[in-house]
């Protein structure tokens, strides 16, 4: 799995310097053979694989008002030991919005090294950012007890100044991806 997770690395082409950076420490993390799940919440080990999605329409992104992060995000989840970060968003993606994708998940487009904040903070998650190509009219079935609730948001009026430090990058990213 180790070396699935390497590729899922190595495809991504970085956007600026932050992202190499982030790629750079990703990569020499996998391959110093520290455990990359978490295997007991909420920071265990204190730096571990998360599967991000943002699930999008044209120039709409549908983001969770997370209850734990106190930020509007794209939905994810941990990997769970020895489950390729791909899996990762397909299980996320029932479990958290109640609906399955209707194409195959491609190579991650970005890829993030972050302290979290919120209520449980102070671990670093290593996120890989996916697609999930949707329609806004897409039935959701969110999940009450992570969320307080979900929305579309345009890019334009995604709100940053409370989400993701890294989702202004993501979404310039995208838009100069728009096939990714």
């Not at 999008?56 to 549908?62: G, P």
């Not at 449980?120 to 969320?147: C, M, P």
């Amino acid at each position: 799995m180790r070396t699935q997770i390497r590729n899922e690395l190595i495809a991504i082409k970085p956007l600026d310097d932050i992202e190499h950076e982030h790629l750079l420490d990703a990569l020499g993390w996998v391959d110093s053979g520290a455990d990359l799940f978490r295997v007991s919440k909420s920071a265990t080990p204190p730096k571990h694989l998360v599967s991000y999605f943002a699930v999008v329409d044209a120039d709409h992104i549908l983001l969770v008002d997370h209850k734990n992060a106190q930020l509007w995000l794209p939905a994810g989840g941990h990997v769970e030991p020895g489950e390729h970060p791909r899996t990762t968003v397909l299980r996320e993606l029932e479990e958290e919005l109640g609906f399955n994708a209707t194409h195959s998940i491609e190579a991650p487009l970005m890829v993030t090294c972050t302290k979290t904040v919120g209520l449980t903070a102070g671990h670093t998650d290593v996120s890989l950012w996916y697609i999930v190509r949707s329609s806004r009219t897409q039935k959701l079935k969110f999940d009450k007890n992570e969320f307080n609730s979900v929305r579309w948001f345009s890019f334009s009026q995604v709100p940053l100044d409370r989400s993701d430090p890294h989702l202004g990058r993501f979404i310039k990213k995208l838009n100069l991806n728009p096939y990714q």
